[in-house]
Nanobody, 121 residues
Framework: QVQLVESGGGSVQAGESLSVSCKAS????????MGWYRQALGKQRELVAT???????EYADAVKGRFTISRDNGKNTVYLQMNSLKPEDTAVYYC???????????????WGQGTLVTVSS
């Protein structure tokens, strides 16, 4: 069984920084595109950033220049460094892998349990 486990959320003041990480557990051969999504209270889940296995990245306009996504393929881990945080960044942040290959299965669209990031003004 595989799963994505996020860590590192918390509460900060506006303008501060915070990083979150997500590790895929289990015996994994490869992981496709990994990404971070967020869902604020009462809103739909939205894309924050994605990164391919070769390191190509994409960002939502709202976070460009402030957030940086990275991954360590050897550790099956993806990171999100968040700088200059704003109150509107407050949300539950979810990690996603579009595919995750083990010796037995190819899992599609795997999600973590989410980690709460709260930014106060």
């Amino acid at each position: 069984q595989v799963q994505l486990v996020e860590s590192g959320g918390g509460s900060v003041q506006a303008g501060e920084s915070l990083s979150v990480s997500c590790k895929a557990s289990g015996i994994i051969f490869s992981i496709g595109v990994m990404g971070w999504y967020r869902q604020a209270l009462g809103k739909q889940r939205e894309l924050v950033a994605t990164i391919t296995g070769s390191g190509s990245t994409e960002y939502a306009d709202a976070v460009k220049g402030r957030f940086t996504i990275s991954r360590d393929n050897g550790k099956n881990t993806v990171y999100l460094q968040m700088n200059s945080l704003k109150p509107e960044d407050t949300a539950v942040y979810y990690c996603n892998a579009d595919s995750l290959v083990t010796s037995k299965y190819r899992y599609r669209d795997v999600w973590g349990q989410g980690t709460l990031v709260t930014v106060s003004s």
